[in-house]
């Protein structure tokens, strides 16, 4: 999708500190973070949001997103403390742009609810 913030960082058109990426996700720092650590990992494949999700991706895509949280949940210290995993859907669900993408949150004490 030509217009979308996230797959132009997947295609290199604009700036991402990138912390993790392979043939079929990337994951990068947010630009406004809500704790010490805030990734959002994402896939490559422009997918607007869950519900929008077919079976192949939830086969292929989805476990490469929760391998790669799994990988920095580890790289950034986080597995012993514990840490946050978020997709928002949805506008009333707070997703601000439409590709699906998740949120890994760590570093403080996070409460609850969110908000």
């Given at each position: 999708m030509s217009d979308c913030i996230f797959c132009k960082i997947v295609k290199g058109e604009i700036p991402a500190n990138i912390v993790y990426e392979n043939e079929m996700v990337v994951a990068f720092n947010d630009i406004s973070p809500q704790a010490p650590v805030h990734l959002l990992i994402i896939p490559k494949?422009?997918?607007?949001?869950?519900?929008?999700?077919?079976?192949?991706?939830?086969?292929?895509?989805?476990?490469?997103?929760?391998?790669?949280?799994?990988?920095?949940?580890?790289?950034?210290?986080?597995?012993?403390?514990?840490f946050r995993i978020v997709n928002n859907c949805g506008r009333e669900g707070g997703q601000t742009v439409d590709h699906i993408h998740f949120h890994l949150l760590g570093g403080r004490q996070l409460q609850w609810p969110p908000g």
């Open positions: 494949k422009h997918i607007s949001s869950a519900v929008d999700l077919n079976q192949q991706d939830i086969k292929e895509v989805i476990p490469e997103i929760f391998l790669a949280i799994t990988k920095l949940a580890k790289e950034f210290k986080l597995e012993d403390s514990g």
